[in-house]
């Protein structure tokens, strides 16, 4: 169980395009996902966190209009690259969470390789 | 500030030992995670301590001391699948992980 998806798990696009990656929890329901991004050989960096039904907090030098995320429903959230340029260009995890009273998780999704040409 | 410390990178021979040390400074801790990463591949569970003690699944074992701020991965048997990176993450009480930069392990022949 607590199976989540992404999708696509690899994107190339042109500079100035825009590209939306869907995660979804399969097989429960999530209130809370998170989006992620690693650049090659670094540690997991915490963009958002993304609640159903509210507008996503964003971690400091994330930009929120550059990067929208939008949970519309307890299993689904989107991220959206909107004008992306090469630097953009990374591995972008989803995890959705799943809390109880002692015990909470976060089940990942297989990421999404973006690269910006 | 919030950090979580451990080594870079380890080396081991296939059918050893090893141990991953991790420590962290936190606003508040509600649980430690272990998640092993492949490289290009999303991370993975380990295992979750909460409670100071050693956790042991399989050839996987945990140990948490809060008092210490202290945690470590034990690797048993280690077989060259293990070769992976090891991040260690830290609930803060906020349902949000802080990260380590994680431990990329290298088991040799």
């Known amino acids: 169980g607590a199976v989540v998806s992404q999708h696509p798990s690899w994107v190339i696009c042109k500079s100035g395009t825009s590209v939306k990656i869907e995660c979804r929890s399969l097989?429960?329901?999530?209130?809370?996902m998170f989006w992620y991004r690693q650049f090659p050989k670094q540690s997991l960096m915490l963009m958002a966190t993304?609640?159903?039904?509210?507008?996503?907090?964003?971690e400091q030098g994330v930009e929120k209009d550059k990067f929208l995320i939008n949970h519309a429903s307890l299993t689904l959230s989107t991220l959206t690259v909107t004008s992306a340029h090469p630097e953009d260009s990374s591995f972008y995890i989803c995890?959705?969470?799943?809390?109880?009273?002692?015990?909470?998780?976060?089940?990942f999704g297989p990421g999404t390789r973006l690269t910006v040409l | 500030g919030q950090n979580i410390d451990q080594p870079t990178e380890m080396t081991a021979t296939e059918g050893a030992i090893v141990q991953i040390n991790c420590t962290y400074q936190t606003s508040g801790f509600n649980g430690l995670f272990w998640y092993q990463q492949h490289a290009g591949e999303a991370p993975t569970f380990l295992s979750y301590n909460v409670l100071d003690g050693l956790e042991e699944k399989g050839r996987f074992s945990s140990f948490l001391s809060r008092s210490k701020g202290y945690s470590y991965l034990l690797l048993k048997e280690l077989q060259m699948k293990d070769s992976a990176s090891y991040l260690c993450?830290?609930?803060?009480?906020?349902?949000?992980?802080?990260w380590g930069a994680g431990t990329k392990l290298i088991i040799k022949p």
């Open positions: 097989d429960f329901q999530a209130t809370t």
């Open positions: 995890s959705a969470a799943l809390f109880g009273a002692d015990y909470n998780e976060q089940f």
């Open positions: 993304s609640n159903e039904g509210s507008k996503a907090t964003y």
């Open positions: 993450a830290v609930n803060n009480g906020n349902y949000q992980l802080i």
